[in-house]
Protein backbone atom coordinates (compact mmCIF):
# COMPACT_ATOMS: atom_id res chain seq x y z
CA UNK A 1 0.00 0.00 0.00
CA UNK A 2 0.99 3.49 -1.03
CA UNK A 3 0.10 6.17 0.93
CA UNK A 4 1.34 9.70 0.73
CA UNK A 5 0.56 12.67 2.29
CA UNK A 6 -1.63 13.45 -0.39
CA UNK A 7 -3.36 10.54 -0.27
CA UNK A 8 -4.09 7.61 -2.80
CA UNK A 9 -3.38 8.71 -6.70
CA UNK A 10 -4.71 6.13 -9.60
CA UNK A 11 -0.82 5.12 -9.92
CA UNK A 12 -1.44 3.11 -6.19
CA UNK A 13 -4.05 0.86 -8.20
CA UNK A 14 -2.24 -2.50 -9.72
CA UNK A 15 -3.81 -3.14 -12.91
CA UNK A 16 -4.71 -6.44 -14.34
CA UNK A 17 -5.88 -5.88 -17.81
CA UNK A 18 -8.81 -7.77 -18.55
CA UNK A 19 -7.51 -10.74 -21.29
CA UNK A 20 -10.67 -11.67 -23.16
CA UNK A 21 -11.94 -7.77 -23.03
CA UNK A 22 -16.39 -7.16 -24.69
CA UNK A 23 -15.26 -6.80 -28.80
CA UNK A 24 -15.05 -3.77 -30.50
CA UNK A 25 -18.09 -4.88 -32.15
CA UNK A 26 -20.24 -5.78 -29.48
CA UNK A 27 -19.03 -2.76 -27.43
CA UNK A 28 -20.43 -0.23 -29.88
CA UNK A 29 -23.98 -1.79 -30.15
CA UNK A 30 -23.75 -1.61 -26.32
CA UNK A 31 -22.73 2.07 -26.87
CA UNK A 32 -25.66 2.98 -29.36
CA UNK A 33 -28.56 1.99 -26.99
CA UNK A 34 -27.57 1.33 -23.26
CA UNK A 35 -29.64 0.08 -21.14
CA UNK A 36 -29.45 0.96 -17.58
CA UNK A 37 -27.41 -0.85 -15.33
CA UNK A 38 -27.46 -3.68 -17.73
CA UNK A 39 -24.17 -4.18 -19.04
CA UNK A 40 -20.42 -3.11 -17.87
CA UNK A 41 -17.20 -2.24 -18.49
CA UNK A 42 -14.32 -5.24 -19.04
CA UNK A 43 -13.00 -3.83 -15.34
CA UNK A 44 -13.43 -2.42 -11.43
CA UNK A 45 -11.42 -0.74 -9.16
CA UNK A 46 -10.76 -2.78 -5.69
CA UNK A 47 -9.30 -1.54 -2.82
CA UNK A 48 -9.44 -3.82 0.41
CA UNK A 49 -9.51 -3.08 4.10
CA UNK A 50 -9.15 -4.57 7.42
CA UNK A 51 -8.98 -3.34 10.95
CA UNK A 52 -5.40 -4.44 11.42
CA UNK A 53 -3.88 -3.16 7.98
CA UNK A 54 -6.23 -0.30 6.95
CA UNK A 55 -7.02 0.28 2.92
CA UNK A 56 -4.55 -2.10 1.27
CA UNK A 57 -4.41 -4.31 -2.17
CA UNK A 58 -6.24 -1.40 -4.07
CA UNK A 59 -6.28 -2.82 -7.61
CA UNK A 60 -7.89 -2.24 -11.14
CA UNK A 61 -9.09 -6.30 -12.38
CA UNK A 62 -10.95 -7.57 -14.84
CA UNK A 63 -14.63 -7.58 -14.22
CA UNK A 64 -16.20 -10.29 -12.80
CA UNK A 65 -17.64 -11.96 -9.04
CA UNK A 66 -16.35 -11.36 -6.29
CA UNK A 67 -15.27 -14.10 -3.90
CA UNK A 68 -17.82 -13.50 -1.02
CA UNK A 69 -17.63 -16.11 1.99
CA UNK A 70 -21.78 -16.55 2.59
CA UNK A 71 -21.37 -15.46 6.14
CA UNK A 72 -19.87 -12.04 4.89
CA UNK A 73 -21.68 -9.69 7.18
CA UNK A 74 -23.23 -7.55 4.59
CA UNK A 75 -25.46 -10.60 3.44
CA UNK A 76 -26.74 -10.63 6.86
CA UNK A 77 -26.78 -7.72 8.41
CA UNK A 78 -26.48 -5.33 5.58
CA UNK A 79 -23.79 -3.52 6.25
CA UNK A 80 -23.14 -1.20 2.67
CA UNK A 81 -23.10 1.60 1.19
CA UNK A 82 -23.36 2.88 -2.37
CA UNK A 83 -23.01 6.30 -4.14
CA UNK A 84 -24.05 6.90 -7.91
CA UNK A 85 -22.36 9.73 -10.41
CA UNK A 86 -21.90 10.13 -13.82
CA UNK A 87 -18.66 10.24 -16.59
CA UNK A 88 -19.53 12.41 -19.19
CA UNK A 89 -17.61 12.94 -22.58
CA UNK A 90 -17.20 16.48 -24.04
CA UNK A 91 -17.05 17.64 -27.70
CA UNK A 92 -12.97 18.29 -27.49
CA UNK A 93 -12.55 14.45 -25.85
CA UNK A 94 -12.49 15.14 -22.23
CA UNK A 95 -14.25 12.81 -20.01
CA UNK A 96 -15.48 14.62 -16.86
CA UNK A 97 -16.99 13.87 -13.86
CA UNK A 98 -19.20 16.30 -12.05
CA UNK A 99 -18.99 17.61 -8.67
CA UNK A 100 -17.28 13.92 -7.85
CA UNK A 101 -15.65 15.34 -4.55
CA UNK A 102 -19.75 15.27 -3.16
CA UNK A 103 -19.87 11.68 -3.62
CA UNK A 104 -16.99 11.12 -1.89
CA UNK A 105 -17.67 12.97 1.24
CA UNK A 106 -21.44 11.87 1.51
CA UNK A 107 -19.88 8.43 1.16
CA UNK A 108 -17.75 8.71 4.41
CA UNK A 109 -21.22 10.28 6.07
CA UNK A 110 -23.03 6.75 4.65
CA UNK A 111 -19.90 5.31 5.91
CA UNK A 112 -19.81 6.38 9.05
CA UNK A 113 -23.47 5.74 9.52
CA UNK A 114 -23.18 2.39 8.65
CA UNK A 115 -20.01 1.44 10.80
CA UNK A 116 -18.29 0.54 7.73
CA UNK A 117 -14.29 1.94 7.16
CA UNK A 118 -14.43 5.80 5.75
CA UNK A 119 -12.72 5.66 2.15
CA UNK A 120 -10.52 8.60 2.38
CA UNK A 121 -11.66 11.11 -0.50
CA UNK A 122 -8.11 10.71 -2.58
CA UNK A 123 -8.77 6.68 -2.66
CA UNK A 124 -12.21 7.27 -3.76
CA UNK A 125 -11.42 9.81 -6.71
CA UNK A 126 -8.20 7.91 -7.69
CA UNK A 127 -10.17 4.57 -7.96
CA UNK A 128 -12.44 5.99 -10.75
CA UNK A 129 -8.83 7.59 -12.23
CA UNK A 130 -7.40 4.20 -12.22
CA UNK A 131 -11.18 2.76 -13.91
CA UNK A 132 -11.52 5.55 -16.63
CA UNK A 133 -7.74 4.63 -17.11
CA UNK A 134 -8.95 1.25 -18.43
CA UNK A 135 -11.95 1.41 -19.57
CA UNK A 136 -11.73 5.14 -21.13
CA UNK A 137 -13.66 3.74 -24.26
CA UNK A 138 -16.84 2.88 -22.67
CA UNK A 139 -17.85 6.00 -22.24
CA UNK A 140 -20.51 6.83 -24.96
CA UNK A 141 -19.93 9.24 -27.87
CA UNK A 142 -23.84 9.60 -28.13
CA UNK A 143 -26.06 12.73 -27.45
CA UNK A 144 -27.10 13.00 -23.65
CA UNK A 145 -25.64 9.04 -23.35
CA UNK A 146 -22.85 8.90 -20.61
CA UNK A 147 -21.43 6.24 -17.98
CA UNK A 148 -22.68 5.73 -14.93
CA UNK A 149 -20.29 4.52 -11.84
CA UNK A 150 -21.59 2.72 -8.98
CA UNK A 151 -18.62 2.60 -5.90
CA UNK A 152 -19.95 1.08 -3.37
CA UNK A 153 -18.51 -0.36 0.13
CA UNK A 154 -19.40 -3.85 1.81
CA UNK A 155 -18.71 -5.76 4.51
CA UNK A 156 -16.61 -8.63 3.46
CA UNK A 157 -15.79 -9.86 7.03
CA UNK A 158 -17.26 -14.26 7.27
CA UNK A 159 -18.61 -14.05 10.68
CA UNK A 160 -21.99 -14.23 12.03
CA UNK A 161 -22.91 -12.11 14.95
CA UNK A 162 -24.25 -7.90 15.09
CA UNK A 163 -20.69 -5.91 15.50
CA UNK A 164 -19.15 -3.58 12.66
CA UNK A 165 -17.39 -6.24 10.74
CA UNK A 166 -13.63 -5.53 10.88
CA UNK A 167 -13.11 -6.39 6.85
CA UNK A 168 -14.90 -4.22 4.13
CA UNK A 169 -14.39 -3.60 0.49
CA UNK A 170 -14.29 -0.73 -1.50
CA UNK A 171 -15.30 -0.87 -5.24
CA UNK A 172 -16.04 0.90 -7.96
CA UNK A 173 -18.09 -0.67 -11.47
CA UNK A 174 -19.24 1.04 -14.65
CA UNK A 175 -21.82 0.92 -16.67
CA UNK A 176 -23.35 2.57 -19.83
CA UNK A 177 -26.33 4.94 -19.40
CA UNK A 178 -28.93 6.05 -21.79
CA UNK A 179 -30.13 9.63 -22.80
CA UNK A 180 -31.09 11.22 -19.78
CA UNK A 181 -34.18 12.91 -21.93
CA UNK A 182 -35.45 9.50 -22.99
CA UNK A 183 -39.35 9.58 -21.91
CA UNK A 184 -40.87 11.37 -18.81
CA UNK A 185 -40.77 14.80 -20.59
CA UNK A 186 -44.43 14.60 -20.26
CA UNK A 187 -43.79 13.97 -16.23
CA UNK A 188 -44.57 10.93 -14.17
CA UNK A 189 -47.19 10.08 -11.19
CA UNK A 190 -46.17 9.65 -7.79
CA UNK A 191 -47.63 7.75 -5.20
CA UNK A 192 -48.22 9.38 -1.82
CA UNK A 193 -47.45 6.19 0.50
CA UNK A 194 -48.88 6.18 4.48
CA UNK A 195 -48.79 2.48 4.73
CA UNK A 196 -45.02 2.51 4.21
CA UNK A 197 -41.70 4.81 5.61
CA UNK A 198 -38.49 4.97 3.97
CA UNK A 199 -37.16 6.71 7.01
CA UNK A 200 -37.68 7.62 10.35
CA UNK A 201 -35.72 10.16 12.78
CA UNK A 202 -32.36 8.33 13.91
CA UNK A 203 -32.91 5.84 11.23
CA UNK A 204 -30.57 5.31 7.67
CA UNK A 205 -32.55 8.54 5.64
CA UNK A 206 -29.58 10.25 5.00
CA UNK A 207 -27.34 7.35 3.98
CA UNK A 208 -27.27 6.11 1.07
CA UNK A 209 -27.48 2.11 2.21
CA UNK A 210 -29.00 -0.46 0.27
CA UNK A 211 -31.02 -0.84 3.59
CA UNK A 212 -33.00 2.35 2.07
CA UNK A 213 -33.93 0.60 -1.00
CA UNK A 214 -34.78 -2.78 0.30
CA UNK A 215 -37.59 -1.31 2.73
CA UNK A 216 -38.54 0.81 0.17
CA UNK A 217 -39.35 -1.92 -2.58
CA UNK A 218 -42.90 -2.91 -1.04
CA UNK A 219 -44.24 0.79 -1.28
CA UNK A 220 -42.70 0.90 -4.84
CA UNK A 221 -45.14 -1.97 -6.07
CA UNK A 222 -47.93 -0.38 -4.15
CA UNK A 223 -47.34 2.68 -6.48
CA UNK A 224 -47.33 0.84 -9.96
CA UNK A 225 -50.46 -1.38 -8.77
CA UNK A 226 -52.20 2.53 -8.85
CA UNK A 227 -50.41 3.36 -11.97
CA UNK A 228 -47.71 5.53 -10.40
CA UNK A 229 -44.35 5.46 -11.56
CA UNK A 230 -42.63 6.21 -8.26
CA UNK A 231 -43.59 6.80 -4.54
CA UNK A 232 -43.46 10.03 -2.88
CA UNK A 233 -42.33 9.46 0.63
CA UNK A 234 -43.47 11.76 3.93
CA UNK A 235 -42.29 11.90 7.45
CA UNK A 236 -42.40 8.65 9.21
CA UNK A 237 -44.77 10.27 12.10
CA UNK A 238 -48.01 12.23 10.48
CA UNK A 239 -47.08 11.39 7.02
CA UNK A 240 -47.96 15.56 6.92
CA UNK A 241 -44.60 16.88 5.14
CA UNK A 242 -42.91 15.90 2.03
CA UNK A 243 -39.36 14.28 1.96
CA UNK A 244 -38.80 12.59 -1.20
CA UNK A 245 -39.42 10.43 -3.92
CA UNK A 246 -37.16 7.32 -2.72
CA UNK A 247 -34.29 8.40 -5.20
CA UNK A 248 -34.75 11.53 -6.07
CA UNK A 249 -35.54 14.72 -4.02
CA UNK A 250 -38.37 16.95 -4.89
CA UNK A 251 -38.87 20.24 -5.73
CA UNK A 252 -41.48 23.06 -6.08
CA UNK A 253 -41.32 25.73 -8.25
CA UNK A 254 -43.80 28.86 -7.38
CA UNK A 255 -45.67 31.34 -9.24
CA UNK A 256 -44.05 34.12 -7.52
CA UNK A 257 -40.30 32.64 -8.96
CA UNK A 258 -39.56 31.19 -5.36
CA UNK A 259 -38.07 27.59 -5.56
CA UNK A 260 -38.55 25.37 -2.47
CA UNK A 261 -37.40 21.95 -1.45
CA UNK A 262 -37.83 20.15 2.01
CA UNK A 263 -34.83 20.94 4.59
CA UNK A 264 -32.16 18.05 4.70
CA UNK A 265 -33.03 17.12 8.10
CA UNK A 266 -31.83 13.34 8.46
CA UNK A 267 -34.52 11.53 6.77
CA UNK A 268 -33.85 12.76 3.33
CA UNK A 269 -30.98 11.64 1.13
CA UNK A 270 -28.88 15.24 -0.20
CA UNK A 271 -28.48 14.80 -3.46
CA UNK A 272 -25.56 16.21 -5.46
CA UNK A 273 -28.53 17.16 -7.84
CA UNK A 274 -30.60 18.78 -5.16
CA UNK A 275 -27.22 20.89 -3.99
CA UNK A 276 -26.02 21.82 -7.90
CA UNK A 277 -30.19 22.77 -8.28
CA UNK A 278 -30.16 25.41 -6.00
CA UNK A 279 -26.63 26.88 -6.44
CA UNK A 280 -28.23 27.27 -10.19
CA UNK A 281 -31.98 28.46 -9.03
CA UNK A 282 -30.00 31.05 -6.79
CA UNK A 283 -27.86 32.07 -9.91
CA UNK A 284 -30.46 32.62 -11.67
CA UNK A 285 -32.28 34.91 -9.61
CA UNK A 286 -34.97 32.90 -7.80
CA UNK A 287 -35.43 33.16 -4.05
CA UNK A 288 -34.87 29.24 -3.03
CA UNK A 289 -35.96 28.10 0.41
CA UNK A 290 -35.37 24.96 2.22
CA UNK A 291 -38.30 24.63 4.20
CA UNK A 292 -41.23 21.85 5.32
CA UNK A 293 -43.90 21.87 2.35
CA UNK A 294 -47.09 19.80 3.79
CA UNK A 295 -49.10 17.65 1.12
CA UNK A 296 -52.13 19.94 2.02
CA UNK A 297 -50.14 23.20 0.95
CA UNK A 298 -49.04 21.28 -1.99
CA UNK A 299 -52.68 20.85 -2.44
CA UNK A 300 -53.53 24.29 -1.68
CA UNK A 301 -51.07 25.79 -3.86
CA UNK A 302 -51.86 23.68 -6.96
CA UNK A 303 -55.78 24.60 -6.62
CA UNK A 304 -55.13 28.79 -6.07
CA UNK A 305 -52.58 29.04 -8.72
CA UNK A 306 -49.48 29.91 -6.41
CA UNK A 307 -47.76 27.07 -7.56
CA UNK A 308 -46.52 25.89 -11.24
CA UNK A 309 -44.39 22.94 -11.08
CA UNK A 310 -43.05 20.03 -9.19
CA UNK A 311 -40.17 18.45 -10.14
CA UNK A 312 -37.55 15.58 -9.13
CA UNK A 313 -34.01 15.71 -8.81
CA UNK A 314 -31.46 13.10 -9.20
CA UNK A 315 -27.81 12.12 -11.17
CA UNK A 316 -30.15 9.32 -13.37
CA UNK A 317 -32.37 11.76 -14.77
CA UNK A 318 -30.69 15.08 -14.23
CA UNK A 319 -34.88 16.86 -13.29
CA UNK A 320 -38.11 15.06 -13.72
CA UNK A 321 -41.28 16.93 -13.82
CA UNK A 322 -44.28 15.61 -11.35
CA UNK A 323 -47.31 15.61 -12.92
CA UNK A 324 -49.53 14.28 -10.20
CA UNK A 325 -49.54 13.06 -6.58
CA UNK A 326 -51.90 10.19 -6.27
CA UNK A 327 -53.00 8.95 -3.10
CA UNK A 328 -56.23 7.02 -1.69
CA UNK A 329 -58.36 10.26 -1.04
CA UNK A 330 -57.29 12.38 -4.04
CA UNK A 331 -55.51 13.43 -6.95
CA UNK A 332 -53.15 16.69 -7.09
CA UNK A 333 -52.04 17.50 -10.67
CA UNK A 334 -49.43 19.56 -11.34
CA UNK A 335 -50.48 23.11 -13.12
CA UNK A 336 -47.49 22.06 -15.61
CA UNK A 337 -47.53 18.76 -16.27
CA UNK A 338 -44.66 18.37 -18.30
CA UNK A 339 -41.56 20.20 -18.29
CA UNK A 340 -42.07 23.75 -17.01
CA UNK A 341 -39.95 26.67 -18.10
CA UNK A 342 -37.61 26.14 -14.36
CA UNK A 343 -37.13 22.51 -14.83
CA UNK A 344 -36.57 23.05 -18.37
CA UNK A 345 -34.00 25.58 -17.40
CA UNK A 346 -32.31 23.80 -15.13
CA UNK A 347 -31.99 21.01 -16.75
CA UNK A 348 -30.46 22.60 -19.34
CA UNK A 349 -27.52 24.35 -17.24
CA UNK A 350 -26.82 21.03 -15.26
CA UNK A 351 -26.89 18.91 -18.55
CA UNK A 352 -24.96 21.67 -20.33
CA UNK A 353 -22.37 21.89 -18.11
CA UNK A 354 -22.32 17.89 -17.74
CA UNK A 355 -21.79 17.96 -21.43
CA UNK A 356 -19.18 20.41 -21.95
CA UNK A 357 -21.83 22.56 -23.73
CA UNK A 358 -22.27 25.52 -20.98
CA UNK A 359 -19.38 27.25 -19.39
CA UNK A 360 -18.57 25.79 -15.93
CA UNK A 361 -18.52 28.99 -14.14
CA UNK A 362 -18.66 27.23 -10.41
CA UNK A 363 -16.25 24.96 -11.10
CA UNK A 364 -18.23 21.67 -10.77
CA UNK A 365 -16.19 19.67 -13.91
CA UNK A 366 -13.31 16.89 -12.75
CA UNK A 367 -11.41 15.37 -15.88
CA UNK A 368 -10.97 12.18 -15.60
CA UNK A 369 -9.23 11.16 -19.01
CA UNK A 370 -9.50 11.57 -22.24
CA UNK A 371 -11.68 9.53 -24.84
CA UNK A 372 -9.26 7.71 -27.33
CA UNK A 373 -9.19 8.91 -31.11
CA UNK A 374 -12.11 8.29 -32.91
C1 LIG B 1 -28.98 9.00 -4.71
C2 LIG B 1 -30.28 9.45 -4.14
C3 LIG B 1 -30.87 10.67 -4.49
C4 LIG B 1 -30.31 11.60 -5.55
O1 LIG B 1 -29.00 12.01 -5.29
P1 LIG B 1 -28.07 12.56 -6.46
O2 LIG B 1 -26.75 12.75 -5.79
O3 LIG B 1 -28.67 13.82 -6.93
O4 LIG B 1 -28.04 11.50 -7.51
C5 LIG B 1 -32.04 11.03 -3.85
N1 LIG B 1 -32.61 10.22 -2.92
C6 LIG B 1 -32.07 9.03 -2.59
C7 LIG B 1 -32.73 8.21 -1.56
C8 LIG B 1 -30.89 8.61 -3.18
O5 LIG B 1 -30.37 7.42 -2.83
Known amino acids: MTTTATGYTAGDFAVRRNAAPTSVGERERILEDPVFGQRFTDHMAIAEWSADSGWHDLRVEPMGPLPLHPASAVLHYGQEIFEGLKVYRHPDGRLVTFRPEMNARRMARSAERLALPVPPESLFLSAVDALLAQDAEWVPARPGASLYLRPFVIA ?71 GCAQVLFTDAETHTWVEEAGSMNIFFAFADGSIVTPPAEGTILEGVTRDSALALAADLGHRVEERPVSVDEWARAAADGTLAEVFATGT ?30 LRDELTGMQFGTVPDRFGWLREVGRAPAA
Open 316 to 345: AAVVTPIARLVSPERVIETPTAGFGPVAAR
Open 156 to 226: SEAFLGVRPAKQALFGVIASPAGAYFSGASEGVSLWLSTDFSRAGRGGTGAAKCGGNYAASLAAQREAEAH
